[in-house]
Every structure is written in C-alpha cells, then in structure tokens.
C-alpha cells in the first residue's frame, strides 16, 4: 500500500513542459509593468532574451540583455530554423532563438514574450502547441491616448502616429487566446496571473508526468 500512497503524494510534483506564455498590446496599454510584475511575483517564469545585430550599448551583457551577433550569423540562424520570430527595425535585425526557449521548456519553466502581433502569429506558426497568447487592451482608445498623453515623452505628431499604429495593433486581438482589459492595474495583474496558472494545469503540458507516476501505481 506504501508505493501507492508515495505515488499519490507525489502528484503535486508532476514535471510539466513549459509554455511559451505571449503578451501583446498597442503601446500604452500596460504590457510591459503586466510583464514586469508577473516575473517579479513567478520565478518560474523568465523573459525570453532575443538576439539583435546592433552595438551593445554601455552597460549592456551579452546572453543577458540580448544576445549580440552579426548580420551573416543573424541571417543564417533564420536559414537554419533557428529563429522563432524575427523583425527587422532601423537596418538591424532581431529575433527570438529558439534553442535557448527548448531548454527552458524542457525543464518545465515557462519562457515570456513581450512582442507585437506580428512576432506573436510567427512564434505560434514555430511552435503551436506550447504557445499561450494574451492580449491587454486599454479600457478604452480615449483612455490609451490619455495615458500616452499624461507621459509627457512625444509630441503631437508623434503621439498621433502612435494611435494610428495602436488602433492598427487592436484589430489582431481576435487572434490571441485570452484578452484582458487593462482598467485597473492590480485586477489585471491577478488575471494574468490567473491565466498562467490555469494553463500550466492543462492535461496537455502534464500528461507525460502523470502517465509515469501513475504507471508506478499499477506497477506497485
């Protein structure tokens, strides 16, 4: 009867694969401070770092705040399906690679992206099935221009550019798993919380653990 009972208490600790876990929203909307305090609030959670072709800057680590390469190795990572997203901003180019977030999976940790529409449908087209997406909409688009107004950091011109641009961003949100409305920063905060943690219960990223253990079951 022991191995049965070791087994049993040894649910809680079934090894799960990770998740891709994506967060999207036009420029305003909050996701940057969401992604901030759920990594500050999860360990388990870690910012996946990209690869770019443009000069460090002072104080910047390579592998930790991105990892610098050039533009032959960049564009022959991409060649090699070793990108799972990649854009190209001001003549350099950037990208998630994907043998770091394997590693990361495999060991059950989720991996985070902070990307826009467009590098949110490639990782989904490189890996579907471990890929959660979330949205954060503003409570409204005069709201959104509110807060980029109430920053102070562009002027007109800018900021008008900047709406056009989000309210562009905001028609993809039918493409994402979850969407969230980012009123009041600490509600939001727990929802996305609450999404990360219903995910990871998922049958699909536990069901390898779970058939082992209960292979020792009937094996006991």
């Known amino acids: 009867m022991k191995p049965i009972l070791d087994a049993v208490e040894s649910i809680e600790q079934v090894r799960r694969r990770g998740m891709l876990f994506i967060l999207s929203s036009p420029s305003g909307a909050g996701k940057t401070t969401l992604a901030k305090r759920l990594m500050q609030a999860d ?14 800057r002072d104080g910047e680590v390579n592998g930790v705040d991105y990892h610098f390469v050039d533009k032959e190795q960049f564009a022959k990572m991409v060649v090699d399906g070793e990108m799972l997203e990649h854009a190209t ?39 579907k099935e471990d890929v959660v997406s979330v949205f954060i909409l503003p409570p409204s688009v005069e ?46 905060t727990t929802q996305l919380g609450s999404v990360l943690a219903a995910e ?3 049958l699909s990223r536990r069901s390898e653990g779970l058939e082992t253990m209960f292979d020792r079951i009937k094996g006991g």
């Open 43 to 56: 360990p388990a959670v870690t910012l996946s770092v990209s690869a770019t072709t443009r000069r460090p």
């Open 143 to 188: 709201a959104l221009e509110d807060r980029l107004r109430n920053r102070g950091l562009d002027d007109e011109e800018t900021i008008r550019h900047r709406m056009e641009k989000s309210i562009a961003e905001m028609l993809h949100w039918p493409e994402y798993d979850y969407v969230l409305i980012n009123a009041d920063l600490d509600t939001c």
């Open 200 to 202: 990871r219960l998922k």
């Open 89 to 127: 901003v001001f003549d350099n180019y950037y990208g998630s690679p994907r043998g770091p977030v394997e590693k990361v999976l495999s060991e059950g940790r989720d991996v985070l992206f902070d990307v826009d529409w467009q590098g949110a449908r490639q990782i989904r087209d490189s890996m």
